[in-house]
């Protein structure tokens, strides 16, 4: 059964950058797609980025487009690189495993959850 563990989350700056990863254990890894979603305080869960299984493709929400980058390793590892961030940034931060249609972070495709990470951006 895959299991995700995210890490990396903290206290940052505006402008400031984080790189959040996620260790996944099983081995039905590579079947999976994964994502990054994120919820703040008080609003729904959003998807951030999701790649394919193989690394080829990956999505990102306007939001984020241009600041953060995901990528993933042959070492069942995934990670989501964030620049520029932003206070609006400031979510639990969570991993999540599923077959997502062309690459699209659809809330309703996620089967395995992580635990997450806050992320806050504060001066």
């Known amino acids: 059964q895959l299991q995700l563990v995210e890490s990396g989350g903290g206290l940052v700056q505006p402008g400031g950058s984080l790189r959040l990863s996620c260790a996944a254990s099983?081995?039905?890894?590579?079947?999976?797609?994964i994502g990054w979603f994120r919820q703040a305080p008080g609003k729904e869960r959003e998807g951030v980025s999701c790649?394919?299984?193989?690394?080829?493709?990956t999505n990102y929400a306007d939001s984020v487009k241009g600041r953060f980058a995901m990528s993933r390793d042959n070492a069942k590892m995934v990670y989501l690189q964030m620049n520029s961030l932003k206070p609006e940034d400031t979510a639990v931060y969570y991993c999540?495993?599923?077959?997502?249609?062309?690459?699209?972070?659809?809330?309703?495709?996620?089967?395995?959850w992580g635990q997450g990470t806050l992320v806050t951006v504060s001066s």
């Open positions: 790649i394919d299984s193989s690394g080829g493709r």
């Open positions: 999540a495993a599923g077959l997502f249609p062309d690459s699209d972070c659809i809330f309703e495709f996620v089967e395995v």
């Open positions: 099983g081995f039905t890894f590579n079947y999976y797609d």
